[in-house]
T-cell receptor, first 115, second 113 residues
Framework: GDSVTQMEGPVTLSEEAFLTINCTYT??????LFWYVQYPGEGLQLLLK?????DKGSNKGFEATYRKETTSFHLEKGSVQVSDSAVYFC??????????????FGQGTILTVHP | NAGVTQTPKFQVLKTGQSMTLQCAQD?????MYWYRQDPGMGLRLIYY???????DKGEVPNGYNVSRLNKREFSLRLESAAPSQTSVYFC????????????FGEGSRLTVL
């Protein structure tokens, strides 16, 4: 079945460091891919998405490129801030991508950024 | 600008007790979902409702029931709580269209002793 694998965490960085969080997936076809972020004490919120191969999603300085040849959707940011400390989830729709609400999530990666 | 509202935010139960988690959304979304979040496992879908009047099982439905009361409200009931149901529960809603975005509540932390 469909699955998402994220890099093991937690990740601890200093402010202004470069961030990469790896995400690889197994799916039927070419589903849309998502990154969700969960700030402390809050629910998840959509960070960015890509709907087809070679698309780049971007938001708040974060980027991720849909790579079908490597089945990956790695999250990157050039210069992290303390306010980026959160849990990041990679996700894709279940059932071959027919429902954006029924998502398969990765296990989440905890990011802590120190001043 | 409430979005998705869940109650209660915290609850402690004893094994065998029952309770209902309430969820309401004010964005006029057709679809609503209940997920549970456990450490190291991401979020897993318990039940969902694609539209008012319909509900379907997700990945981990055992031990739960749901009710789609109207378009705004979607409740999750634990009839006989077990320690394995200790988790953080999230309600979410979204369009059935092409936006690809789910809107989540702040979560309900449930502990079953």
């Amino acid at each position: 079945g469909d699955s998402v694998t994220q890099m093991e965490g937690p990740v601890t960085l200093s402010e202004e460091a470069f961030l990469t969080i790896n995400c690889t997936y197994t799916a039927t076809g070419y589903p849309s891919l998502f990154w969700y972020v969960q700030y402390p004490g809050e629910g998840l919120q959509l960070l960015l998405k890509a709907t087809k191969a070679d698309d780049k999603g971007s938001n708040k300085g974060f980027e991720a490129t849909y790579r079908k040849e490597t089945t990956s959707f790695h999250l990157e940011k050039g210069s992290v801030q303390v306010s980026d400390s959160a849990v990041y989830f990679c996700a894709l729709p279940k059932d071959g991508g027919t429902s954006y609400g029924k998502l398969t999530f990765g296990q989440g990666t905890i990011l802590t950024v120190h001043p | 600008n409430a979005g998705v509202t869940q109650t209660p935010k915290f609850q402690v139960l004893k094994t065998g007790q029952s309770m209902t988690l309430q969820c309401a959304q004010d964005m006029n979304h057709n679809s609503m979902y209940w997920y549970r979040q456990d450490p190291g496992m991401g979020l897993r879908l318990i039940y969902y409702s694609a539209s008012e009047g319909t509900t379907d099982k997700g990945e981990v439905p055992n031990g739960y029931n749901v009710s789609r009361l109207n378009k705004r409200e979607f409740s999750l009931r634990l009839e006989s709580a077990a320690p394995s149901q200790t988790s953080v529960y999230f309600c979410a809603s979204g369009d059935t269209g092409y936006t690809g975005e789910l809107f989540f509540g702040e979560g309900s932390r449930l502990t079953v002793l």
